[in-house]
């Protein structure tokens, strides 16, 4: 039987944080060395040229050609097509902990939407209800301190939540909701009280999701409907109607108390034929929405048309946005992740295609803090944590859920946190 041939190549380790850099030069690694091969050999250098001790040396990752090794050197260079002659550089970085599952937290009815800021926690559920807490007695374990507010918001089971200004004491947050209706809140964290200031009135059906524009002070809905409306978070910048539509007249009225004036949006823009199943603001005046027609549009708010259609092969379900890379992220009826940068060139093209759930992906989010790291859930009962420099495999999977994960939101600086039809709403503590 032939023995196999022993076979070296050049590399040259780079990296961006200096207290774990090592000689720039070229050094012979074998060809088929393993993750763990390339730490042992970082280790040695670093504990070579500096005063750090072997055990002091973290674990690292190493990309090499642009994508994360997980696999063998040489299996890695054959996958991309890449010549073993040449000295190849690979850039190493420590290696992130896995997220740690910090709370818990239980609702009445199955959690479809949640959105964080470094204080304040906002969740909506199925029996029309929203729940305010406190991310700070939330990190202290202090459960019953963290809840603050239920309201009894809607009239049908709330679909999206988001906070909408957070910058003093009264904090102003938006619901949609199977209703047809997405309200507008007002919330005194000091006096724990809340008013709907505004029912924006519009969109024919379910509406499905939302999201802020903070610098222009609008928001933008999308709806079962087809449509997308942009509104705005002041209800004095639109026209206003503190009449109640007659089929209202009779109602029971809502927890808030006393009429609620109605608004109409700024601007209706249509274009889809499904269902919007999320909206991410991707400028001051563009907004990317996700549909189940199988396409993303681009959408100036100037001209209120379509700037750029990206056409796939299956449902778009939800859509986020990072400004740190300028990329979205899709989650896909065929379980698969895709990114696209609609600022290049091949922007209608898949960039990138994350595989690993098994069932639908219901909803993805950016980390607000990391170029390359997002968070993902799905219909298979998990949330997955992913770098994009990794598409064949998440970095961890994120278990506790025990029905379909509705939400995830990765707006906190620590916190990784997810909603379920299990009716709880799970909290990870994240380094980034």
Same mark, same amino acid.
């Given at each position: 039987?032939?023995?196999?041939?022993?076979?070296?190549?050049?590399?040259?380790?780079?990296?961006?944080?200096?207290?774990?850099?090592?000689?720039?030069?070229?050094?012979?690694?074998?060809?088929?060395?393993?993750? %763990?091969?390339?730490?042992?050999?970082?280790?040695?250098?670093?504990?070579?040229?500096?005063?750090?001790?072997?055990?002091?040396?973290?674990?690292?990752?190493?990309?090499? %050609?642009?994508?994360?090794?997980?696999?063998?050197?040489?299996?890695?260079?054959?996958?991309?097509?890449?010549?073993?002659?040449?000295?190849?550089?690979?850039?190493?970085?420590?290696?992130?902990?896995?997220?740690?599952?910090?709370?818990?937290?239980?609702?009445?009815?199955?959690?479809?939407?949640?959105?964080?800021?470094?204080?304040?926690?906002?969740?909506?559920?199925?029996?029309?209800?929203?729940?305010?807490?406190?991310?700070?007695?939330?990190?202290?374990?202090?459960?019953?301190?963290?809840?603050?507010?239920?309201?009894?918001?809607?009239?049908?089971?709330?679909?999206?939540?988001?906070?909408?200004?957070?910058?003093?004491?009264?904090?102003?947050?938006?619901?949609?909701?199977?209703?047809?209706?997405?309200?507008?809140?007002?919330?005194?964290?000091?006096?724990?009280?809340?008013?709907?200031?505004?029912?924006?009135?519009?969109?024919?059906?379910?509406?499905?999701?939302?999201?802020?524009?903070?610098?222009?002070?609008?928001?933008?809905?999308?709806?079962?409907?087809?449509?997308?409306?942009?509104?705005?978070?002041?209800?004095?910048?639109?026209?206003?109607?503190?009449?109640?539509?007659? %089929?209202?007249?009779?109602?029971?009225?809502?927890?808030?108390?006393?009429?609620?004036?109605?608004?109409?949006?700024?601007?209706?823009?249509?274009?889809?034929?499904?269902?919007?199943?999320?909206?991410?603001?991707?400028?001051?005046?563009?907004?990317?929405?996700?549909?189940?027609?199988?396409?993303?549009?681009?959408?100036?708010?100037?001209?209120?048309?379509?700037?750029?259609?990206?056409?796939?092969?299956?449902?778009?379900?939800?859509?986020?946005?990072?400004?740190?890379?300028?990329?979205?992220?899709?989650?896909?009826?065929?379980?698969?992740?895709?990114?696209?940068?609609?600022?290049?060139?091949?922007?209608?093209?898949?960039?990138?295609?994350?595989?690993?759930?098994?069932?639908?992906?219901?909803?993805?989010?950016?980390?607000?803090?990391?170029?390359?790291?997002?968070?993902?859930?799905?219909?298979?009962?998990?949330?997955?944590?992913?770098?994009?420099?990794?598409?064949?495999?998440?970095?961890?999977?994120?278990?506790?859920?025990?029905?379909?994960?509705?939400?995830?939101?990765?707006?906190?600086?620590?916190?990784?946190?997810?909603?379920?039809?299990?009716?709880?709403?799970?909290?990870?503590?994240?380094?980034?």
């Amino acid at each position: 039987m032939e023995e196999k041939k022993n076979i070296d190549v050049l590399v040259k380790f780079v990296t961006k944080q200096k207290q774990y850099a090592v000689p720039g030069v070229s050094v012979s690694v074998p060809a088929d060395a393993s993750n %763990e091969d390339l730490n042992e050999i970082i280790k040695t250098y670093i504990c070579q040229g500096s005063k750090i001790k072997a055990a002091d040396v973290p674990t690292f990752d190493f990309i090499v %050609e642009g994508q994360i090794l997980r696999r063998l050197l040489d299996q890695h260079l054959q996958k991309l097509g890449k010549s073993f002659e040449n000295v190849i550089s690979i850039e190493y970085f420590e290696r992130l902990p896995p997220p740690t599952p910090k709370e818990s937290l239980n609702h009445d009815d199955w959690v479809s939407s949640v959105h964080s800021t470094e204080e304040w926690l906002l969740t909506g559920c199925y029996d029309n209800t929203l729940h305010i807490w406190d991310v700070k007695n939330l990190g202290r374990g202090r459960i019953k301190d963290a809840h603050k507010l239920k309201i009894p918001a809607h009239n049908a089971p709330v679909k999206a939540v988001t906070w909408a200004k957070t910058d003093s004491d009264v904090k102003t947050f938006i619901s949609t909701s199977i209703d047809q209706s997405a309200y507008i809140w007002k919330w005194d964290s000091n006096t724990n009280t809340v008013d709907c200031v505004s029912r924006c009135c519009g969109h024919s059906q379910s509406v499905e999701c939302v999201a802020v524009d903070q610098l222009k002070g609008l928001f933008v809905t999308g709806s079962w409907d087809t449509r997308l409306k942009v509104w705005a978070v002041d209800d004095k910048k639109q026209s206003t109607d503190i009449q109640r539509d007659k %089929e209202e007249e009779g109602e029971n009225k809502k927890s808030k108390g006393d009429k609620v004036p109605k608004t109409t949006p700024l601007l209706t823009m249509a274009g889809h034929s499904e269902t919007v199943g999320g909206v991410a603001w991707t400028d001051v005046s563009e907004i990317a929405s996700a549909s189940w027609d199988h396409t993303i549009r681009i959408w100036d708010t100037d001209i209120g048309g379509i700037k750029t259609q990206i056409a796939g092969n299956c449902a778009f379900f939800c859509i986020s946005w990072s400004p740190l890379n300028k990329t979205l992220i899709t989650g896909c009826a065929d379980n698969y992740i895709r990114l696209y940068d609609p600022r290049s060139s091949e922007g209608t093209l898949c960039q990138q295609r994350f595989a690993s759930h098994t069932k639908w992906v219901s909803s993805v989010s950016w980390s607000s803090t990391n170029q390359f790291t997002f968070v993902s859930g799905g219909y298979d009962n998990t949330v997955k944590q992913w770098d994009a420099r990794s598409p064949k495999a998440p970095m961890y999977d994120l278990i506790g859920h025990k029905k379909r994960v509705e939400a995830v939101d990765w707006s906190h600086s620590k916190y990784i946190i997810s909603g379920s039809q299990d009716c709880t709403v799970k909290a990870y503590t994240a380094k980034n």
